[in-house]
């Protein structure tokens, strides 16, 4: 068991909730930043919720935004954490074209006030960037640590300058900084917004007869699809190599929007085709065409290597909403996301 102290920005997302669950099962003391909403957004976590009045506590929140530079240094000075993962971003695709500013001051400079504050307070703590496989655009596949980057979207932009600002610190000032370049990975915990997420869900609700029809945009994309819990454990790795470098993270496979909703859908019994509208909303003024990453480095050097694809992948996460608490349509037709 680990004696070590985690600190994980976005610990409510999909990938900080998954995490968590592997450091505390590593025996680490682990520390989240959430923001202050008006309701509670824990509800990935709440499993792990343990009384903050007991001292023994493992799991530690604070609140702390990724726009308060000056917040996020004070918390690690307190907290002197051994190592941050930086998971904390606005994440969504479409959503970024209507929000490039607000986008471009989370997602981008958010990477630049942790490494600020990493590189002032002078701690030593390791550092991970959750860098993405959007940076590779329109960069034919297979695409691997070498590959250009292409950047599509005002979000594939802001994680290009914080996958450069991660390698310019590690380079400038010896922070042993590492980019996590992650495909798409998913789960029963994805947002709900994200296409396998929203397609596992309409499957579910149309199969127990609560919906007729699902609005998507473009089937024709295809991308890598991995079982996030999987990686969660290569961050992980990353961070435990004795020098800091770049990683691919992906199972090598592709399938299309397309492929996703056949294997939903007949996983629930339904022909796909008779409930499928089109939506213009759902476009991309630029979009992605085909993502397929190279892992190999990654297997060679973390031992990490992916066992779920997308056809097994999309049997669990139909399965989970399946087995939920029926839940009302959580498509979000009026801003087209
Ligand atoms: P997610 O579910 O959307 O979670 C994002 C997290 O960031 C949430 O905890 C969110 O808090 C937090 N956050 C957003 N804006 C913030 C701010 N201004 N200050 C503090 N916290 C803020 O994302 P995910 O799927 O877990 O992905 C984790 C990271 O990996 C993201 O950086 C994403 O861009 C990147 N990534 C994801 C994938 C993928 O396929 N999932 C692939 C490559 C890279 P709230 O709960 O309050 O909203
Ligand atoms: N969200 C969404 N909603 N996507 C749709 C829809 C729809 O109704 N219809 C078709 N799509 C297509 C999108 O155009 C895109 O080509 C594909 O489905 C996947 O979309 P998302 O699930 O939103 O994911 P993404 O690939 O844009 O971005 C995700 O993966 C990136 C890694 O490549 C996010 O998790 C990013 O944060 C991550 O970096």
Redesign the pocket.
């Known amino acids: 068991m680990s004696d070590k102290t985690a600190l994980i920005?976005?610990?409510?997302?999909?990938?900080?909730?998954y995490l968590a669950e592997l450091l505390l099962s590593k025996g680490y003391l682990v520390h989240g930043?959430?923001?202050r909403?008006s309701t509670f957004?824990t509800q990935r976590i709440d499993h792990l919720y343990e009384d903050p009045h007991e001292s023994d506590a493992r799991l530690r929140l604070h609140y702390?935004?990724?726009?308060d530079g000056s917040r996020i240094a004070a918390l690690l000075e307190s907290i002197q954490p051994d190592e941050v993962y930086?998971?904390?971003?606005?994440?969504?695709v479409r959503v970024s074209f209507d929000e490039p500013e607000f986008t471009g001051t989370?997602?981008g400079l958010?990477t630049t006030r942790l490494l600020e504050a990493i590189r002032m307070t002078g701690l030593p703590c390791r550092f991970y960037q959750?860098?993405?496989?959007?940076m590779f655009g329109t960069t034919a596949p297979p695409q691997s640590e070498s590959s250009i980057f292409h950047p599509r979207s005002p979000?594939a932009a802001a994680?290009v300058y914080a996958y450069w600002i991660t390698r310019n610190y590690r380079e400038a000032y010896g922070v042993h900084a590492v980019n996590?370049?992650?495909?798409?990975?998913?789960s029963p915990?994805?947002?709900e917004t994200?296409v396998t997420r929203k397609i596992a869900h309409a499957a579910a609700r149309i199969a127990r007869g609560e919906q007729d029809a699902l609005h998507l945009g473009n089937l024709e994309a295809r991308r890598d699809w991995g079982y996030?819990p999987e990686?969660v454990d290569a961050m992980w790795r990353m961070l435990q190599q004795d020098e800091p470098g770049d990683y691919v993270v992906a199972t090598g496979t592709s399938y299309s929007v397309r492929d996703f909703l056949g294997f939903c859908f007949e996983h629930a019994g339904l022909d796909w085709e008779k409930h499928i509208r089109f939506d213009e909303r759902y476009l991309r003024p630029s979009e992605v065409p085909d993502l397929v990453g190279d892992a190999s480095k990654a297997e060679r050097e973390l031992g990490w290597k992916a066992t779920v694809h997308a056809p097994e992948l999309a049997r669990i996460m139909v399965d989970a909403e399946l087995a939920a608490v029926p839940a009302p349509a959580r498509e979000r037709s009026l801003t087209g996301a």
């Open positions: 920005t976005g610990i409510t997302g999909q990938d900080g909730s930043l959430i923001r909403s957004t702390g935004d990724l726009a930086h998971l904390a971003a606005q994440s969504h989370t997602t958010g959750a860098s993405s496989s959007e979000y994680k996590g370049i992650l495909f798409n990975h998913e915990r994805r947002g994200f996030a990686y």
